[in-house]
């Protein structure tokens, strides 16, 4: 496995980075990974490492680029920074610069052409956002995983964009995201058969080991387990 920076160019002739991880035999199937209001920071950067290790090629764009560049927490210390930048994203500009990320991975000679992508918190609701908005050549991701996404909305019309697997984690002790959303988003699925609403005894962030208060170990590791089954099903 290598890592590295990788600079993707956006819609609007700027720039930004992406760190990535590519396992040691290539072409693999590509995954984009969301980053928490922590930024890229050990705890993607690791996930990342984790998903080269298995044999993805990830890529991990800085989505607060066109606020700050780089912001990084390794722990709750930088939750309110964090939340404060993620309040000042333009939704519309960062689902561009996604569909950017998702076209340089496609254009990776160590992506073998399919993607997957899975992000947590506000990760979670770009991946929601990746599987809804990002095309590229008119077409979409090959799966995504979501976890607890709490500004993921209007999942009806976005249920009817979705045509390949996804997988949404949540919390069922989540203080941030009422179970009646979770409701919701399972009833817009409610007729896609590969796509799967999981709840666990945790609350908020529990996949987070860098984030001590939030992190839940067995939910995180049961959670990560059925992420891996399902890109190497699906990838």
Known sequence: MSTRYERIESH??????AYCAVPATTPAPGILLFQEVFGVNDNMRGLAEQLAGRGYAALVPDVF????????SKDESGLAEGMTLAQQLDHALVAKDITATFAHLLAMPECNGKVGG????????LAYLFATQSRVDGRGPD???SYYGSAISDVETGSKKIDFPMLFHYGANDPYIPQERVDEV????AGH?????LRYDAGHAFSNWDAPSFYDKPAADLAWSRTLEFFAKHL
């Open 118 to 125: 899975v992000g947590f918190c506000l990760g979670g609701t």
């Open 143 to 145: 799966a995504v995983v």
């Open 12 to 17: 609007d002739g700027e720039s930004f980075d």
């Open 186 to 189: 399972e009833a817009a699925f």
């Open 65 to 72: 680029w066109r606020v700050q560049r780089r912001f990084e």
């Open 193 to 197: 058969a590969d796509v799967q609403v």
